[in-house]
């Protein structure tokens, strides 16, 4: 088994104090990266030998409720390299088998080992490749919508005003000229990553938009408001709107995902609906992008804190 997270793991005497989706994500991560099955067993006797519970019937029933959320992921997306056969999850490939979803887990992990994850993370590598993962995945969840990268990374920042333009080469709009006067001299992309919209072939405005952040990292609800609405609409000088949604790599509760959604004011997708690109496209990542996954992930994975 992994290491018990450093966060997110409080004691649990009386009740459960670990959120689902961290545990899950403990135990998957543990089948995925390492042993050729985990147990229930395996599970309870760590949380019992780790002081998390005080007794075995404790760790029981938090094992169960692993249990009962991974099944409920292979039932989403199906594609994981694992089976479930009532007490034991059992590997059924490599971990390299699913990159895309081994990569979106290992950024779910980040947050719940900090002091591990200070020589993992590299911010800029990871957020363009998450962008990419989520392009693809658009693209095939918005089968007949045009999806396209609008965002900027620091080695080749990118402005506002160049957004602009390019923009206007795909969408039926005019674009503000007087942007400093809006924006300032110094906006970059204004919270916009990627946009995804579907025209009519009438070459005329109104048409739906979305345009969505997407945040790899743990402060990724700091960005649920962006990008701004009400300023994409006067830059672009558009009659209507756009909608908005935001991307992550965590899981998220049904709960969660919907009180979240009502900051966004539009969809979600967590890392489960990025996955359900599968259900459209079994081989839906690149191997372009599959060749890049696998290099930044295997230092990373070769570097795990197992348990001693």
């Not at 599970?43 to 780790?50: H, I, Q, T, Y």
């Not at 989403?76 to 081994?102: F, L, N």
């Not at 969840?141 to 990118?158: D, R």
Request: glycine letters at 4%; charged letters at 25%; one cysteine or more.
């Amino acid at each position: 088994m992994l290491a018990i997270p450093e966060q997110n793991f409080q004691r649990s005497v009386n009740e459960v104090n670990i959120p689902i989706n961290v545990l899950a994500d403990w135990v998957e991560a543990s089948v995925l990266f390492g042993k050729s099955e985990v147990s229930k067993s395996h599970v309870a006797d760590a949380l019992v030998d780790e002081e998390i519970c005080s007794t075995q019937d404790m760790a029981r029933r938090i094992a169960d409720l692993a249990w009962a959320e991974l099944r409920l992921r292979k039932r989403h997306v199906s594609t994981a390299p694992y089976e479930i056969k009532g007490d034991v999850i059992t590997q059924t490939g490599k971990w390299d088998t699913d990159i895309a979803r081994v990569f979106l887990i290992m950024l779910s992990i980040f947050p719940n080992y900090p002091e591990w994850a200070k020589g993992q993370r590299d911010v800029n590598q990871q957020g363009k490749l998450f962008e990419k993962l989520t392009t693809l995945a658009l693209e095939q969840l918005f089968k007949t919508w045009e999806v396209h990268q609008a965002g900027w990374a620091p080695t080749a920042p990118k402005m506002i005003s160049s957004i602009i333009e390019e923009l206007k080469e795909l969408l039926p709009c005019q674009g503000r000229t007087d942007l400093e006067t809006l924006t300032g001299k110094q906006c970059k992309d204004a919270g916009l990553d990627i946009i995804c919209f579907k025209q009519f072939g009438d070459e005329k405005e109104a048409i739906p938009i979305y345009m969505i952040q997407c945040a790899s990292g743990d402060n990724w609800t700091s960005k649920l408001h962006e990008p701004n609405l009400n300023l994409w609409a006067k830059v672009l000088d558009y009659p209507i709107n756009p909608s908005k949604a935001i991307a992550i790599p965590f899981s998220l509760e049904a709960i969660d995902l919907r009180r979240h959604s009502i900051l966004v004011e539009g969809p979600l997708f967590d890392r489960n609906r990025i996955l359900s690109a599968s259900k459209i496209k079994r081989n839906w990542v690149s191997g372009e992008l599959k060749r890049e996954l696998k290099q930044w992930l295997k230092p990373r994975v070769k570097n795990l804190p197992w348990r001693i």
